[in-house]
Structures are given as structure tokens and as C-alpha cells.
């Protein structure tokens, strides 16, 4: 017997495995000061405070048409001809003290109180060598989700102006973690 909310399961999940296979990473839709990024992986990092903290007070966001980019940073290595889309979410209350990061919205230019992110697009040379592209002036980025566990997941949206023109730079997310601590800066280059 046909049982409709099973089959609307069903589809549901195909949807969902369809978009992990075609390009589940993420989208950046828009281009800025030249640049577009056509996303084919997608990793976080938490920032924790304190070497045994489980507390995360930050979370990096990378975003890229280069896959194999976290490898890279874990063995110590920046990565040559890589366009990056990158977004540092932080949160602090009124007096300064930095907070656990949860899901919700974090603004640019939100000064030092709240829930802020500061997010930009690079290029890296033959040599490793960064340039910015541009740096987003305005929008938001909305956290839906992360698990900063083994296996974790970071989720959400954003919709960023960019200077100098306010150029949009909109998409999603679906970054998975990467094992990296950041501490010592990236020598080599692959």
C-alpha cells in the first residue's frame, strides 16, 4: 500500500545525498572585484580557549575550488593558486569576555559586543603568496549549525557586501571539520 508521508521521507533523503554528491560544500554566488568562486570544499575549525577547553570561542570558515586545503594546513603548508572565501565568527558580551559560539546570526561590523564575523575573499600566487581580493563591509552570516567533534558539521548561510563597489557575495555552507590547531604560521608551500 502507498503511503504518501513515506515516499515524501524517501525523496527527502535522495534530495539531501543528491546535494552532498553535486557539490554539497557550499555555493558562493556573486562575483567580487573580479573574483568568483565556484566551491568544491568546505572545512571549519573550532578556536578553543585554553589548550583543554572544550569551550569554543571561535570558528574559522574556508571555503575553496581547491580540495586537499585542510591537509595542507594541518601538515604546516599554505596552498598555491587557491581562492579562498574565509569568515572568523566570535562572540562577546558587553564587558569583552569572549563566549561560547552558538547558532544565530553574526554581523559585520558588529564592533567588539555580539556576535560578529569578519570574512573575506584571497587568491594565493604560484608562490603562496596572498593577496586580498576584498573584504566584506556589511551582511551577515547565519550559523544554523556546527558539531566541533570528530565527524562534525558547520551549516548556515550568508549574504556579504564587499568592498570597494559593495559588491554581493551570497550562498551556503555545509563545511565539515578539520582537525587543525592553529597556532604555529604556515611555512611551506604545496
Known sequence: MFDPSRAL?????????????????GSFDG???????SVSSSFFFPVREGSSSSEVKELVLYMSERTGICEAFKAGNKVKDARLFAAVLSD????????????GAYSVGQGLAGK???AGLTQSDGSCA?????????????????GAE???KMNGTFDLSFAPDGEKGKGFFNAVLCDFTPGAPLMGCE
Open 31 to 37: 562575483t567580487v572585484n573580479g573574483f568568483s568562486l
Open 150 to 152: 570528530p565527524g562534525g
Open 92 to 103: 562577546s558580551d558587553v564587558n569583552l569576555n569572549r563566549q561560547v559560539i552558538a547558532p
Open 130 to 146: 596572498n593577496s586580498v581580493a576584498a573584504s566584506a563591509t556589511a551582511g551577515t552570516l547565519n550559523l544554523s549549525s556546527y
Open 116 to 118: 560578529g564575523v569578519t
Open 9 to 25: 521521507r524517501f525523496l527527502s533523503v535522495l534530495a539531501v545525498l543528491a546535494l552532498v554528491a553535486c557539490g554539497g560544500a
